[in-house]
């Protein structure tokens, strides 16, 4: 993690669950004292407290480290709210249909945003029968490559891992795709509208 967790959010999160002091330090076994210390940033808790501390609080580690619980309230799928997050240490990648807070390989990732594709980064959609192939002219060297494809509707996303050295092209069923977005490991991603 890159940063710690402040007295400033323990005391902003305890008061948004409307608990004293005594009352949160009853829960992770400390006194109200040691509570009133790290608030007032004369002292942390010690990390060996950190999970307990969380769940007092009703959130996660990691949204106890970004200082804010995260609420999805997107109870359906939109289109519109898919993120994608995407690991700079293993390649690894994470698709979440709302609001998320991630963490692969010991880092916080930030959503990836998507911008427009350009023209080093132009991809081609062609219908066959009930598929769109996706394609891209892009270099898949070992040190610059595309690393996905995905195809983004209304119903879900579709997704296929791409590989260095391999092809830059997909297959897609078409059930409604209206977005297409590719990721490039140095430039980022971009989509393109159907």
């Known amino acids: 993690m890159d940063k710690y967790v402040t007295g400033a959010v ?7 669950k409307k608990m004293t002091q005594e009352e949160l330090a009853q829960k992770i076994y400390v006194s109200s004292k040691a509570i009133s ?9 010690d990390i060996s407290l950190l999970e307990p501390l969380a ?9 106890l480290f970004a200082g804010e619980s995260v609420q999805n309230r997107n109870r359906a ?10 690991c700079p240490v ?4 994470i698709q979440a249909t709302g609001e998320a807070v991630i963490s692969c390989c010991g880092i ?10 350009d023209d080093d980064h132009v991809v081609h959609v062609e219908q066959i029968e009930d598929e769109h192939y996706v394609i891209a002219d892009h270099p898949m060297t070992k040190e610059h490559f595309l690393s996905f494809f995905a195809a983004v509707s209304d119903q879900g996303v579709q997704l296929v891992k791409l ?7 997909a297959r ?8 297409i977005y590719s990721y490039c490991n140095r430039h980022g991603m971009f989509r393109i509208k159907l």
């Open 172 to 179: 897609f069923k078409i059930n409604r795709v209206k977005w």
């Open 108 to 117: 916080s990732l930030p959503p990836v945003q998507a911008e427009e594709q």
């Open 37 to 45: 210390k790290w608030e007032t940033g004369q002292g942390l808790p």
């Open 10 to 16: 323990i005391r902003r999160l305890r008061e948004n």
């Open 90 to 93: 293993c390649g690894n990648i």
């Open 77 to 86: 799928f939109n289109m519109h709210q898919v993120h994608f997050y995407v």
């Open 163 to 169: 590989y260095p050295e391999g092809n830059a092209d």
């Open 55 to 63: 769940k007092a609080l009703d959130i996660s580690v990691i949204e």
